[in-house]
């Protein structure tokens, strides 16, 4: 089906009514944004910031470049007079969303449909799902912070654009730091079924764009081939790929247990006739958390430099470029146990998880906060046409975070 027109005056008067008591009602409000990243998630970021005021809470908003994006970061505080904002826990999760192009759904995308024991809608369980309930729990956290019954500040983090690069949570990190806020932990609340995920690999993308010199492909000694330099650098990243993963400092914790290199597009040539002048192609190099980049790098630009060497003794026009398109940092368990412990605790769940997908938590531990992922859904269900997320999950998540904010609360 293609995507419905909203009816903006219907949604308007919902955005304008009462907000919400619950996590469904929440995660259905939420829904209703249309937050994929190539658009503005300003009308959601400024419906959060309205409700935060409303508790009475300070917001401070981080702006992208074009100014038509913004992340919020929101902090209920705590101490004897209710002012301490250093410290404390941080929920974390993303605001925008992939697009629905080209997917076959039975129900309107931005439109939240129950079905059964199912919620469906885009962001359902990517990652919505968990930022619902954490707008819940806010009012709660307030009440307990103007009673004085909060011993740590509970803060709140929403950024956007995680979904092609993670280009929002490290703005949120760089204004924290010139404030001088340092939280305790964070929780990401990604979809992982509310298991405690406490490591997850990183990823580079990388651009390689081959530059040869045409010529009739009778005459192929005259020219230089863009696709034939391509292919053969192709091959080395497939050899050093299939080395990487018999290292002997691999982790069976992961999912897959070694780092990975896959090239994933390719483009070149003109005709069948033409020597081709240009090739270029990706590849993606997801890293375990002590492994980095200079693991693959330094021995694929020693490659480069062999390879550019062949080509300029023939054109020295010709050559071979290399660029780093995206970056997201490994998230580690080095500094997390006492994290780890506590959510254990908490979810009575002592298992601990690896995946090979990246997150916006290795921003977060290499900011010196460590983190884990834990929140409502599968990531099976993510990016998939009828994406959903199990309405027991949203309660296994509201039961999670009022026991992590009952964590938080003095002795009695």
Same mark, same amino acid.
């Given at each position: 089906?293609?995507?419905?027109?909203?009816?903006?005056?219907?949604?308007?008067?919902?955005?304008?009514?009462?907000?919400?008591?619950?996590?469904?009602?929440?995660?259905?409000?939420?829904?209703?944004?249309?937050?994929?990243?190539?658009?503005?998630?300003?009308?959601?970021?400024?419906?959060?910031?309205?409700?935060?005021?409303?508790?009475?809470?300070?917001?401070?908003?981080?702006?992208?470049?074009?100014?038509?994006?913004?992340?919020?970061?929101?902090?209920?505080?705590?101490?004897?007079?209710?002012?301490?904002?250093?410290?404390?826990?941080?929920?974390?999760?993303?605001?925008?969303?992939?697009?629905?192009?080209? $997917?076959?759904?039975?129900? *309107?995308?931005?439109?939240?449909?129950?079905?059964?024991?199912?919620?469906?809608?885009?962001?359902?369980?990517?990652?919505?799902?968990? /930022?619902? =309930? !954490?707008?819940?729990?806010?009012?709660?956290?307030?009440?307990?912070?103007?009673?004085?019954?909060?011993?740590?500040?509970?803060?709140?983090?929403?950024?956007?654009?995680?979904?092609?690069? =993670?280009?929002?949570?490290?703005?949120?990190?760089?204004?924290?730091?010139?404030?001088?806020?340092?939280?305790?932990?964070? /929780?990401?609340?990604?979809?992982?079924?509310?298991?405690?995920?406490?490591?997850?690999?990183?990823?580079?993308?990388?651009?390689?764009?081959?530059?040869?010199?045409?010529?009739?492909?009778?005459?192929?000694?005259?020219?230089?081939?863009?696709?034939?330099?391509?292919?053969?650098?192709?091959?080395?990243?497939?050899?050093? !790929?299939?080395?990487?993963?018999?290292?002997?400092?691999?982790?069976?914790?992961?999912?897959?247990?070694?780092?990975?290199?896959?090239?994933?597009? /390719? $483009?070149?040539?003109?005709?069948?006739? /033409?020597?081709?002048?240009? =090739? *270029?192609?990706?590849?993606?190099?997801?890293?375990?958390?002590?492994?980095?980049?200079?693991?693959?790098? !330094?021995?694929?630009?020693?490659?480069?430099?062999?390879?550019?060497?062949?080509?300029?003794?023939?054109?020295?026009?010709?050559?071979?470029?290399?660029? $780093? *398109?995206?970056?997201?940092?490994?998230?580690?368990?080095?500094?997390?146990? *006492?994290?780890?412990?506590?959510?254990?605790?908490?979810?009575?769940?002592?298992?601990?998880?690896?995946?090979?997908?990246?997150?916006?938590?290795?921003?977060?531990?290499?900011?010196?906060?460590?983190?884990?992922?834990?929140?409502?859904?599968?990531?099976? $269900?993510?990016?998939?046409?009828?994406?959903?997320?199990?309405?027991?999950?949203?309660?296994? =998540?509201?039961?999670?975070?009022?026991?992590?904010?009952?964590?938080?609360?003095?002795?009695?």
């Amino acid at each position: 089906m293609t995507v419905a027109t909203h009816n903006n005056d219907k949604k308007q008067a919902m955005f304008n009514a009462d907000y919400p008591k619950n996590s469904i009602d929440w995660l259905t409000r939420l829904i209703a944004f249309d937050t994929v990243s190539r658009h503005s998630n300003l009308a959601l970021i400024e419906d959060a910031q309205r409700y935060c005021e409303q508790l009475g809470l300070t917001v401070d908003l981080t702006f992208n470049n074009a100014k038509n994006k913004a992340n919020l970061f929101v902090t209920v505080p705590a101490g004897k007079n209710a002012d301490k904002v250093n410290n404390g826990l941080v929920l974390s999760g993303h605001t925008d969303v992939v697009p629905v192009d080209g $997917q076959e759904w039975t129900s *309107e995308p931005f439109s939240a449909t129950i079905r059964g024991d199912k919620l469906y809608g885009r962001g359902a369980c990517d990652m919505k799902g968990f /930022i619902a =309930c !954490a707008l819940t729990l806010l009012p709660k956290a307030v009440q307990l912070s103007n009673s004085g019954q909060l011993r740590r500040p509970l803060h709140l983090a929403l950024s956007f654009d995680e979904e092609i690069g =993670c280009l929002g949570a490290p703005l949120i990190l760089a204004d924290l730091k010139a404030r001088g806020i340092i939280p305790d932990y964070c /929780i990401v609340g990604e979809p992982t079924n509310m298991a405690m995920v406490v490591a997850h690999k990183g990823i580079a993308v990388y651009r390689c764009r081959v530059h040869g010199k045409s010529a009739h492909s009778s005459l192929t000694a005259t020219g230089v081939n863009a696709i034939s330099y391509a292919s053969r650098l192709i091959g080395y990243v497939d050899t050093l !790929a299939e080395e990487i993963s018999h290292r002997d400092d691999n982790d069976v914790l992961f999912d897959v247990p070694y780092s990975t290199l896959s090239v994933g597009t /390719i $483009q070149g040539g003109t005709a069948t006739n /033409i020597v081709p002048n240009l =090739c *270029e192609f990706t590849f993606d190099y997801r890293n375990l958390p002590h492994m980095t980049q200079d693991d693959i790098l !330094a021995p694929i630009q020693e490659k480069v430099a062999e390879l550019t060497a062949q080509m300029q003794a023939r054109a020295p026009e010709t050559g071979i470029e290399l660029m $780093q *398109e995206e970056s997201v940092p490994a998230m580690t368990d080095n500094d997390s146990a *006492e994290l780890q412990a506590l959510i254990a605790a908490l979810t009575g769940d002592d298992k601990r998880h690896k995946v090979a997908y990246a997150t916006e938590g290795g921003q977060f531990t290499n900011s010196g906060i460590p983190t884990i992922i834990c929140g409502p859904g599968s990531i099976e $269900q993510a990016h998939k046409a009828d994406e959903y997320v199990a309405l027991s999950e949203i309660e296994r =998540c509201d039961s999670f975070l009022q026991k992590l904010l009952d964590s938080c609360t003095v002795d009695k």
